[in-house]
């Protein structure tokens, strides 16, 4: 499904919307990345019903992508009142970056996504983002 159908979140749950479960996602985020060193982050937004990650794993990634959705299923569900039922589509989308131009083009783009979405004016308003100051 294009991004640009997700961001207008038409249809299908928007659980990330809600600010404690889209905080739970950011600090799994970043206890991979300080903690347990899966990956170094480099950028990040959690959209009403979807996550972009810009990072350079450390280890492999199917690894990185059962222990986040693992952890964050779990506490998402648990908030929700919906212990053991799934919360993450099965599939994830990767995507190897090839040069810097690439990087940069990709790191704009997830921080734009709300923007893009017409959430706010500028990337930096965003709080779900790693644009956000």
Known sequence: MPDRLLDRATHGPTWLHRSDIAQIVIEALQYGERNLGHYRLHAWTVMSNHVHLLLSPLTELPKITHSLKGFTAREANRILGRTG?????????????????????????????PVTAGLVALPEEYRWSSAAP
């Open 85 to 113: 039922l799934p919360f993450w589509q099965k599939e994830s989308f990767d995507h190897w970056i090839r040069n810097h131009q690439e990087f940069e083009r990709v790191r704009g783009y997830i921080e734009r996504n």
